[in-house]
């Protein structure tokens, strides 16, 4: 608990993949039991052959996985799983926590270890500016370019940069009575209760495909999505990332879920 | 969005019960139906009788429901609810909402409204100072009274008066920056970034007699459970209260619970 | 275990409601803690005043929970509770308790008490033909008087007094050859292993308006819902006793459900 | 729908492993972000460092594994995952289906296939006597020999051969009647009604080592475990095809399992 260091203030959010189990090839293998019984084992296996004889692979049964999805058979997408390193802010973390079924975590403790002074700052192009008839349902906001279109650049940027100033001064504060409540022996989880929630911290989580779709479609704002979700900005640059680390994995559950307006099964 | 007051600090948890649903007799009614079948709905509607043929009452099924703690037959405890409206800093949400069965919440958000500048300061006998051989897994902490019997009540008094000030002063900064935030009408979701877990939030909470002592076991200290927990104080504040309103409305399986080491079953 | 009866055939399937707490007003307050934080308490306890300062109704609030569901904000429909006793046939039994979240259940046991003998036997007007273009997904049948339009009525008629007569033989059988296997004191849970999956059971079944929500998207079939369900006959009789008791004590969150094409929020 | 074969009666469970995720290693990557924030990951990429410099293994954290288990700090177990193929009696399904958090199925249908006549006889040493001072929450059952040596093998054995008999006609006459509903062009969800809960069914499991230890402490009997459970022979026989497969996998948490009286973290 002796380690102190300069506070470093950043935007980045990272979420890096750490294990995987499945693909496409177990949500069929596992719709396929309730038609096939024993014989699905073989789409799990390799073994599986099309109606023509040749090698079974998922892109064979597209159709099937699509037809799921739109269907909300929502089951066979359980038989996968995956896990992620996130490193965010707590602000996000208060979000994600959110999400309990089919949700994995395992995070960073204040009450366990002195919290690296890592802060979060917002980019320049993050929307941030109210529009003039903003609701809180449907929040919508300006980046600097759109709004310095209407107030003049300069008067805008300099918005930012006082924002930033300000995030920044009271994190510095922040982190410099924490540590002083540490230097005269306190419980770390009392020291730290004027820590923003702008700290970063690290967390594990794992997930399934359909609880990973439930907060894609959640957590993404798709205007063409059946419902449209309005998620805080940072947690969708985290989702984003799943997205791709997912579409990666499970690119035909990824395309059915995005060609039936990305509602999770 | 224009709501301005001036800073609260506080160190008060409070949990009021909002609803329930069930009680001890559901509890029978849910573990007879295996060996009652039909019959045991007259447990749910008050016509049950015992083997004497006078008027049953959750008292003559002290033993069946010690036994199904016991033996940790958990389901007959999920035909109850109770609900909570819960008023505590954000840190106590951060480990509350890591209960995900069994638990539903809706908080308060800082997307949708601006925070009141209500912070916590722990009370003058909270436990909080580390011993000196403080191991994060069993924390250990004395009070001010316990500390002062070591190094003088006066240098004791003296710290617990410093944190305070730390705690204020990084409160107040961090909420006079959220404030200039939005009066820049910034997003309210990026305004708040340098809000201190420390800041309270409303939450409903609902659950079952089981995540109830699943919780219970998990965030409160009790030196004779079969497995000790060591929360943090200021969640088992709220367990506390939590324990209170449950034994009131579950007398005989709160017993139980307690008579049997305080695992959930 | 020694109570012996007779067979008894029956289509009926019974859903009675036990309790329940909430209410379309508990949706609202939920829902509410976002925007207005403390003051959402006073929707629950009653004291709540709408802009023109008369007491407050769930009738005041038809739009928000209407956008709730269809945005598919589903956590405050979390915060009431049902309690269902239901007797069934174990093949339903076997698909709703497939509802994993927000459902919790007890069930009369075979391992713990003889079951009685009563028995499945399906209604005249239950569709039971396959079509000829039948397919497994989409499964569509012809009640008798439909396949009799095709095939004659008495011809239709038969087939369905032949099918009585099978069960009804099987059943009897199997009945027998249980009794016979409890006289000669066999574990009961080895001598049922005869017992079709056409006899009753009783079970408790506690949930709140999401998870039933849910279960009634999955198991009712409507053919204006935006994503079509195909349930069992059997399931959706009891699904449909279960909307019915929803449809009384939460009439505005069903309403809602209706109109937003029975998606679960 | 048109496969007939003939009846098969067999008493062997069968429960194939198909894939798996995570280890040891992850339960110790997952509690060490706690304490050690982002340095946790490098338990999960292979690259953590015993105090002495020496590559990391798992051994070197069969402490911290043990007192997770005894602590009952469960979410680190379930960054992991596992997943199944199971052919057994459907009273074995009826049974493993109430396991809902942290188990997901996907079972072969009698609405989508016709099921293959496989049927469950018990073998020969199977407890499966009730002794004389039986009682159902503590079932306690004799094997052919044990009950031999009391009333005369011969004697023992017809009372074994009798029960065989009865199944093997009842499971018998239950197909035929099946099979003529199946005929007669009835809904494969109908004619299925009379097949018993002897009737084998294939089923997808995939849980984590979390679920997968509450699902063993229940469905295994362990004279010395902290919670002895009672349950059923035929899904003990699945679950200690599982418990080797856990073990094999996860040998220091299973050995941590066992340790501490086989109570689920």
């Keep these: 608990m002796t380690k102190r260091t300069q506070p470093k203030f950043t935007s980045e959010i990272t979420v890096r993949k750490v294990q995987d189990m499945g693909g496409d090839h177990m949500v069929v293998a596992a719709a396929r039991v309730s038609t096939s019984g024993e014989e699905a084992y073989s789409y799990a296996d390799g073994t599986a ?6 090698p079974w692979t998922p892109k064979d049964s597209v159709g099937l996985i699509s037809y799921l999805v739109k269907q909300r058979h929502g089951t066979p997408f359980e038989h996968s799983a995956i896990t992620f390193f996130v490193h965010a802010p707590i602000f996000v973390w208060r979000e994600w926590h959110r999400h309990r079924i089919g949700f994995s975590y395992n995070e960073e403790s204040g009450r366990y270890k002195q919290l690296d002074p890592t802060f979060y700052i917002p980019p320049m192009d993050r929307p941030m500016f109210k529009v003039d008839d903003w609701k809180p349902g449907r929040p919508k906001f300006l980046t600097i370019n759109q709004l310095g279109d209407e107030i003049g650049w300069e008067t805008a940027q300099n918005r930012y940069e ?4 300000n ?29 923003p929630v702008g700290i970063y911290s690290s967390c594990w989580v794992t997930c399934n495909p359909r609880s990973l779709m439930a907060f894609l479609s959640l957590r993404t704002h798709e205007p063409e999505a059946k419902a449209v979700s309005y998620p805080l900005y940072e947690i969708e640059v985290a989702a984003r990332a799943v997205e791709q680390i997912f579409a990666e994995g499970w690119p035909i559950t990824y395309k059915a879920f995005c060609e039936n307006g990305r509602v999770a099964p």
């Design 49 to 54: 052959l099309t109606k023509d004889g040749l």
């Design 162 to 165: 006082q924002l930033c100033a």
């Design 167 to 195: 995030l920044m001064l009271s994190y510095k504060t922040a982190y410099e009575m924490y540590e002083a409540n540490l230097a005269m022996d306190f419980d770390p989880g009392l020291a730290r209760d004027c820590l």
